[in-house]
């Protein structure tokens, strides 16, 4: 069966969500609706390191890879959600080759990278240590997300860096960098995010993007993106409420 990373690098088309529910219930029931792939926000939520070793496992009953999006560069950060048995990690904020150099380094073991070796979940707690550092560097996903000025302009730099799998535009942020946020930067902000995806497309890596709907997929993937996260759990949640109760009360009766 095709990894969730070779899917990734193979451009294959991905949707997963952002979890920010700091539950496992709520990861199951998010598991269990047809992702390719989660994304566990620790930058975002109120959710603490030792609770997302659980909302893996929660991620693993359907056997749904569960990435995280770490606060920061931290390289304590990164290695403390990959022993957890993450998937992958989502680095926010990567504005420079240095910093995206960085990430690789933390992700993967030598001779690639820096990251230590520890008897963590990922290991089966030191169980399974041999096979895990055999398959790690080759399964993990190592995402970085682009967000800034500074990193669109650096963005060939960047993507020049071995180690990174996936380029992931974060257009939230990017806006407000760029100042191209409300109807007026739209074309701007749209600009920025094609200019990023052509760069990373010639340079055959995969590109990723944040949409708060599906409305737009279609045209972003025909741009070049094929990894996508969609709006979050809770953005879902409180979608579909406010849908059935606009529905109850329209109802004729």
């Given at each position: 069966?095709?990894?969730?990373?070779?899917?990734?690098?193979?451009?294959?088309?991905?949707?997963?969500?952002?979890?920010?529910?700091p539950?496992?219930?709520?990861?199951?029931?998010t598991?269990?609706?047809?992702?390719?792939?989660?994304?566990?926000?620790?930058?975002?939520?109120?959710?603490?390191?030792?609770?997302?070793?659980?909302l893996?496992?929660?991620?693993?009953?359907?056997?749904?890879?569960a990435?995280?999006?770490?606060?920061?560069h931290?390289?304590?950060?990164?290695?403390?959600?990959?022993?957890?048995?993450?998937?992958g990690?989502?680095?926010p904020?990567?504005?420079t080759?240095?910093?995206?150099?960085?990430?690789?380094?933390?992700?993967?073991?030598?001779?690639?990278?820096?990251?230590?070796?520890?008897?963590?979940r990922?290991?089966a707690?030191?169980y399974?240590?041999?096979?895990?550092l055999?398959?790690?560097?080759e399964?993990?996903?190592?995402?970085?997300?682009?967000e800034?000025?500074?990193?669109l302009?650096?963005?060939?730099?960047?993507?020049?860096?071995?180690?990174?799998?996936?380029?992931?535009?974060?257009?939230?942020?990017?806006?407000?960098?760029?100042?191209?946020?409300g109807?007026?930067?739209?074309?701007?902000?749209?600009?920025?995010?094609?200019?990023?995806t052509?760069?990373v497309?010639?340079?055959?890596?995969?590109?990723?993007?944040?949409?708060?709907?599906?409305?737009?997929?279609?045209?972003w993937?025909?741009?070049?993106v094929?990894?996508f996260?969609?709006a979050s759990?809770t953005?879902?949640l409180?979608?579909?409420?406010?849908?059935?109760?606009?529905?109850?009360?329209?109802?004729?009766?």
């Open positions: 069966m095709i990894s969730f990373r070779q899917k990734c690098l193979q451009h294959e088309r991905v949707v997963g969500t952002f979890a920010s529910i539950h496992p219930v709520a990861i199951e029931v598991a269990a609706a047809g992702l390719n792939f989660l994304c566990i926000d620790w930058e975002h939520s109120q959710i603490s390191r030792e609770r997302i070793e659980d893996i496992r929660a991620a693993d009953v359907h056997q749904v890879p990435m995280v999006r770490v606060p920061g931290t390289p304590e950060w990164i290695a403390s959600v990959l022993d957890a048995g993450a998937a990690v989502l680095v904020r990567v504005s080759a240095a910093q995206a150099e960085a990430a690789v380094q933390a992700t993967r073991y030598p001779p690639i990278g820096e990251r230590g070796v520890g008897p963590g990922a290991a707690y030191g399974r240590i041999p096979n895990y055999q398959a790690a560097n399964d993990l996903v190592l995402a970085i997300q682009v800034t000025a500074e990193g302009a650096n963005i060939e730099a960047i993507v020049a860096v071995e180690g990174i799998d996936v380029i992931f535009i974060g257009p939230g942020d990017l806006s407000v960098s760029i100042d191209a946020t109807p007026s930067g739209t074309e701007k902000l749209e600009a920025a995010i094609r200019k990023i052509s760069t497309r010639a340079a055959g890596r995969t590109v990723g993007i944040f949409r708060p709907s599906p409305d737009d997929v279609g045209k993937a025909q741009a070049g094929s990894f996260l969609l759990d953005m879902f409180g979608a579909s409420i406010a849908a059935g109760v606009a529905a109850a009360h329209a109802a004729e009766g």
